[in-house]
């Protein structure tokens, strides 16, 4: 399109469409684009513009390898062409077969057409992003004229390179349009914002930046779009882990060599602390696996402990307390302290609360081995047992009906192992599953300030020493190392990529070190038969960090 035309003063109403799409579903993506357009369209809105991949949602993965991908996407724009505004521009993204070669594509449509389209140029293939392996990264910058203003269309990892920008500066754009599905983890805001205030600051031009909202799978969207001038400032910054359209009028001022971007008056959701952030991804991450996967509600093990309170804590802010239960299991080994635990957690948040005793299932099950057992020492196998027998209960419930078991495991036991197979490990869904032990105890807290009138989780569950309850008196301290001294060796190997050597260097002991990496190391094999659960890390297990289980690579090398 041209960029030729004169420059003048402009006010431009713009919609930042930071919604929830559901991956596959291109049908209801594509009704969900125009009920959200109408609505945008009634508000005045001139520019609507929507997320990376808007029509597969994010990540499609292999559905982007299915033959009828192209047919679905072919039929879905037509249908756009046909209905949206013809007097409102509409920027989607989309993947777009071009011969034999797939593109992650930003359309823009104006008067029933698609009047023009970018294909990404920076494909991410790294930690959760493997791009390259479906798509072919375009080469053309895409600088188009709306109301007399060049603005150039870009998609979420151009924006991590200076090239992008670059091309944009000499095709002669004033204000960039970012499409993104970004997802969470510590600290990601920040790191955007740092980003597109560098980008800015280099083009000399405002960008528009949407983002996706939402939970997929492992990953969740936390939104946060933004509008920031050309020298980098903010002006506006939707709340993070919300789903809405916002709607803004945009002052575009040209002078000599930049476009001026104003708003009326800034709007600047807060970020909030590292607690509120997470705990609010975790609420978003349960609350749309169990919808978009149609689970009627769900059901966890309560233990009295700190992890299963805060998981169910989450469970009853995602999907309501009427849809979750909480099932008490006790062992002889479960202390009156556990049973009055779990029973002040379960009634605090309102949710069904059962307790269904396991010594007669457990009895029953050693009398069918004990001809197997003779002979041999009793071990951790009778543990192991205890839990499984728990496994085995909750998945009955689950099945019958139709409620998701979600598993309790954090972090830090999901890194060395410290669960078990089939048995607390069986489930969906683990809601902690990147969480480590301590921030645990940190988000604890902080659902318990939310409702100080009534906090869901005992100030003695936040207050005594973790323990499984497998054994006679036993803790978790009595064989791993105290949490946060693992927390912190565990963020640097798995995290960080630091070698054994390099942790001991920071003056911890060399023997726990040793220990530590050679158990994570060594229980590879679980944590790949391990339910998803919510990323909130730079690296989570799983898409994160794929490492071979058959392996002789040197422990902590």
Known sequence: MSTD?????????VTLAQLNFMVGDIVGNTQMVLDAVIEAHQQGSELVLFPELTLT????????????IENRITRALAELKLKLPGDCYVLIGYPRMKGDQLFNAAGLFHGGELVAEYFKQELPNYQVFDEKRYFVAGSEPC??????????ITICEDIWHASPMEQASQQGAKLMLNLNASPYHLDKGGVREALVKQRSQQGNMGIVYVNLSGGQDELVFDGGSMV????GELLFRAPEFATDLYHMDLLLKPSDDFLAVELEQRSITEHGDIEASVYNALVMGVRDYVNKNGFKGAVLGLSGGIDSAVTLAVAVDAIGPERVEAVMMPFRYTSQMSLDDAE????????????LPIEPMYESFMGILESEFTGAKKDTTEENLQARCRGVLLMA?????GYIVLTTGNKSEMAVGYSTLYGDMAGGFDVLKDVPKTLVYRLANYRNKLTPENPPIPQNVIDRPPSAELAPDQKDQDSLPDYDSLDRILEMYVEQDKSAQDIIREGFDEQVVHKVLR????????RRQAPVGVRITPRGFGRDRRYPITCRWPAGE
């Open 5 to 13: 035309q004169p420059l003048s003063d402009q006010s431009l109403k």
């Open 57 to 68: 949602g994010y990540p499609p993965e292999d559905l982007l390898l299915r033959p009828s």
């Open 143 to 152: 600088v188009v004229n709306i109301k007399g203003i060049p603005m150039a």
């Open 228 to 231: 920031a001038d050309q020298a």
């Open 344 to 355: 002040a957690e379960a009634n605090r948040l309102g949710v069904r609360y059962s307790v």
């Open 397 to 401: 419930i689950s099945n019958k009906k």
């Open 519 to 526: 158990l994570v190391d060594l229980n590879e094999y679980k």
